[in-house]
């Protein structure tokens, strides 16, 4: 099974602070790793996928980058309403796909 | 705009059968390359992926609950299904659905329902 690590699990930040956090794989999963924000209550939204596409509708100071087992996701410069809890999720080894456990981004 | 709707009761007793139903709507479910999801979250953790099916009515389970789970679709309804055997209290989660368009080899859940709470409890 592949598995994922995320880090930090949490973070505090300022509104306009640039914000990056970091997903592991267990082994290499290609390019084949998503983003997602999730804000209490609510279902998850896709932010990223393909480590690097920006999905139709998020705003551009989102950004996704790595290959292999080394991924990040950065915000510019975090807006209020992007405090929230971030996943990874991979689907290289589909049809099974595993979350990473979260980063909490709080406001400091 | 395709939405996801998530529906079944909320509390299910402990070794019954948890049944819940997404309903999709602003799209057929039988269009297009998709497959639709079951997901779910503990309280206060991470999320776990429960299993996909294509309308052909081919599935895909997680291996650590495969023995448990079936999967369905009503293509005539445009809503797919859950069951989950053998219930315990660590079931108890919020269950999602979600649709995973296939492109060009590339997957992802694009749309989500928003969630419903099912308890696991006498």
């Known amino acids: 099974d592949i598995q994922m690590t995320q880090s930090p699990s949490s973070l505090s930040a300022s509104v306009g602070d640039r914000v990056t956090i970091t997903c592991r794989a267990s082994?290499?999963?290609?390019?084949?790793l998503n983003w997602y924000q999730q804000k209490p209550g609510k279902a998850p939204k896709l932010l990223i996928y393909?480590?690097?596409s920006l999905q139709s509708g998020v705003p551009s100071r989102f950004s996704g980058s790595g290959s292999g087992t080394d991924f990040t996701l950065t915000i510019s410069s975090l807006q209020p309403e992007d405090f929230a809890t971030y996943y990874c999720q991979q689907s290289y080894s589909t049809p099974i796909f595993t979350f990473g456990p979260g980063t909490k981004v709080d406001i400091k | 705009q395709v939405q996801l709707q998530e529906s079944g009761p909320g509390l299910v007793k402990p070794s019954q059968t948890l049944s819940l139903t997404c309903t999709v709507s602003?799209?057929?479910?039988?269009?297009?390359?998709?497959?639709w999801s079951w997901i779910r979250q503990p309280a206060g953790k991470g999320l776990e992926w429960i299993g996909r099916?294509?309308?052909?009515?081919?599935?895909n389970y997680n291996p650590s609950l495969k023995s448990r789970v079936t999967i369905s679709v009503d293509t005539s309804k445009n809503q797919f299904s859950l069951k989950l055997s053998s219930v315990t209290a660590a079931d108890t989660a919020v269950y999602y659905c979600?649709?995973?368009?296939?492109?060009?080899?590339?997957?992802?859940?694009?749309?989500w329902g928003q969630g419903t709470l099912v308890t696991v409890s006498s």
């Open positions: 602003g799209g057929s479910i039988s269009s297009g390359s998709y497959y």
């Open positions: 082994q290499s999963i290609s390019s084949y």
């Open positions: 979600a649709r995973e368009p296939m492109v060009r080899g590339v997957t992802y859940f694009d749309y």
């Open positions: 099916i294509y309308t052909s009515g081919s599935t």
């Open positions: 393909a480590a690097s």
